[in-house]
């Protein structure tokens, strides 16, 4: 059973973002340390029928999304705006099945400075990285950068 | 009139590339200096309303792709295998229109080389920037690198 705040993020990626919608892209676990977020293959094939880069990299930027969202979330108790502004992908190797990424939450000392300052200047920045996986082999490893802001009321 | 390898290369996003096809992209320019691929706003949209990050990293990544292997299979004669394996993203500023990409070849000491090596060793590699816009505004950077082969016949 996932977690409301999660199920939440779905029901908006389903509502709001087409492209998230047509890849298949769904959170499927979170519990506060790591999010994982799943695709299928056949959506996100590519003209070798291997898995789409566009799909990989869209997948790991909208999974560290919905990380910062998440966290923001979680330290300020209501809506955050949140927006990549830069990140780098490296393709080890192709993927031939369904796959899945996983955004560690990064240590504790980065987490509490980050909601130190969201609290504090009502924005903040956030790195985060990701790997994508397909059974358990590492095909993607992704570092993206995050601006968050509290929403006006 | 878009010249005969691009438009081959829209076919083949058309009807091998699920994702492409969704989001509406289509090189609508390339002499063989410069490639442009547009896409509409309207299926790319995020939460916010404006330009989907995965939509923009998809549209840099896959016109890169196509300027390699445009510039492979000019070298070659023949059909030619392309892979992304690094890439590199800056979003600078919200997308709210349509918006377009654009891909120089590089400089020409970099494309001779790029062609010797391939013929010699029958593989290369070959980095691209790229840039997106709306109404001549820049919106996006990339930075890719792109793994090429010749097909087995």
Redesign the interface.
């Known amino acids: 059973m996932l977690e409301e705040s999660a199920q939440h993020l779905n029901q908006?990626?389903s509502r709001?973002?087409?492209?998230?919608r047509?890849?298949g892209l769904r959170i499927t676990a979170w519990d506060g340390r790591t999010l994982r977020m799943d695709a299928p293959l056949?959506?996100?094939?590519?003209?070798?029928g291997t898995g789409?880069?566009?799909?990989l990299?869209?997948?790991a930027?909208?999974a560290g999304?919905a990380v910062a969202t998440l966290l923001a979330e979680g330290v300020v108790g209501g809506p955050c705006?949140v927006?990549?502004?830069?990140?780098?992908?490296?393709?080890l190797a192709?993927v031939t099945g369904d796959f899945y990424v996983l955004v560690p939450v990064p240590a504790e000392e980065i987490t509490q400075a980050f909601g130190l300052e969201l609290q504090e200047r009502s924005r903040a920045k956030l790195a985060l990285t990701a790997a994508i996986y397909q059974d358990g082999e590492e095909k993607v490893r992704y570092r993206g950068r995050y601006a968050v802001w509290m929403r006006q009321a």
């Open positions: 908006r990626f709001q973002i087409p492209m998230a047509q890849m056949a959506p996100n094939l590519n003209d070798k789409f880069a566009g799909s990299a869209t997948l930027t909208l999304w705006e927006a990549v502004f830069k990140s780098e992908i490296r393709y192709p």
